[in-house]
């Protein structure tokens, strides 16, 4: 069964253009360069899944159409990527059941934490959002395709990447260990994480992605989470392309 993806968002934590900021890609013309917090649209025939919940999900379901929610797979609990979550609530009165959510045990406790008010009884007020929190570590199977969590490490953070068939999404990382990449080998088409030029503590830079990519061997590489240093116009490798809010592609 294909697989339809669409980028909601490609930025960093911050978002493009950053508040404030007078710099040449904040001030940039090009839409490319305007950028949310990262996450997917991943549509699988007639349902449709989540990975993260951005920060930017109200609008970016608004832009690029999300008529339901299925289910959604977590790579981790940093706020640009849950902050969204309570927009799905919408889906639990529309759909009349709970959405699945996938993600480690670390990072499905973190919610929990963070969003306390939504395993607590009462406060119902507008309503508050109906989720079924599912630990996973090994493959496991949804709508019909094979989700396959890759660890990989942000900072001292481990964080999930995912593979489904020919495609892997690697965002917020810096290592990938050697049974990841064992995990990725065939890989077609990958998102991977590349924050910018210079290198950063917990994120792969522009080259060192490169690097990465050209390890994996995947056909293209789609760079994600970047921040205003990085220009979408900036030159890449045959190959390598940076992504953009709204990009969509197919894989098997």
């Avoid at 009349?96 to 406790?109: K, V, W």
């Avoid at 049974?179 to 060192?208: K, N, Q, W």
């Avoid at 050209?214 to 590489?221: A, H």
């Amino acid at each position: 069964m294909a697989l339809r993806v669409t980028m909601f968002g490609s930025g960093t934590s911050t978002g493009i253009p950053v508040i404030g900021c007078p710099c040449a890609v904040c001030r940039s013309p090009n839409p490319k360069n305007k950028r949310w917090r990262p996450g997917l649209k991943l549509e699988i025939g007639e349902g449709i899944v989540l990975v993260d919940t951005p920060t930017d999900l109200r609008e970016q379901a608004l832009r690029f159409g999300l008529p339901r929610v299925d289910a959604i797979v977590f790579t981790h609990s940093h706020a640009d990527h849950i902050f969204g979550l309570d927009d799905v609530r919408i889906f639990n009165f529309r759909q009349h059941a709970a959405i699945p959510c996938y993600g480690s045990e670390e990072t499905l406790r973190n919610i929990r934490r963070t969003f306390a008010y939504v395993f607590e009884a009462g406060q119902e007020g507008g309503g508050k959002p109906q989720l079924d929190l599912l630990p996973v570590r090994e493959p496991f199977p949804l709508l019909g395709q094979t989700f396959v969590p890759v660890p990989v490490w942000h900072g001292e953070m481990e964080v999930f990447g995912y593979r489904i068939g020919g495609f892997a999404y690697l965002t917020d990382c810096n290592l990938i260990p050697d049974a990841s990449f064992r995990l990725l080998e065939g890989v077609e088409i990958l998102v991977l994480d590349a924050l910018r030029h210079r290198p950063h503590p917990t994120h792969f830079s522009v080259e060192e992605a490169l690097e990465i990519a050209e390890r994996i061997g995947s056909r293209r590489t789609i760079l994600t989470h970047m921040a205003h240093e990085v220009d979408h116009d900036d030159p890449l490798p045959p190959g390598v392309e940076f992504g953009y809010d709204g990009l969509v592609f197919e894989a098997e």
